[in-house]
């Protein structure tokens, strides 16, 4: 996985938020503050949701991503220039297109 500097700096800080979250935890639990182990799963909860926030979680992301390839042109779209639009039409009907 490649990062942006931006993306990689969020992760940075996110980390760093959970790092002291979690020696808060341990000394909590240090002192028998965590009994039910409610803390222990939010912070593992947390640790999951930024996993899967960086993809960094093992699992494909369902959503579909914005990118710039060109689609296949079978939607209806409306291209808004008539002159346009009539040869999108004739390409799309030719068998060279296919």
Do not use: C
């Not at 992301?61 to 296949?72: G, L, P, R, S």
């Amino acid at each position: 996985l490649q990062f942006s500097a931006v993306k990689l700096a969020e992760l940075h800080s996110d980390l760093k938020i959970q790092e002291k979250d979690e020696l808060n935890w341990k000394k909590l639990k240090a002192e028998g503050m965590d009994d039910d182990g409610e803390k222990e799963a939010k912070l593992r909860r947390s640790l999951n949701v930024i996993m899967a926030k960086y993809g960094l979680d093992g699992k494909k992301k369902t959503q579909t991503e914005d990118n710039n390839y060109i689609k296949d042109g079978t939607e209806n779209e409306v291209l808004n220039d008539p002159r346009l639009e009539k040869l999108w039409n004739k390409v799309r009907t030719e068998a060279s297109w296919k």
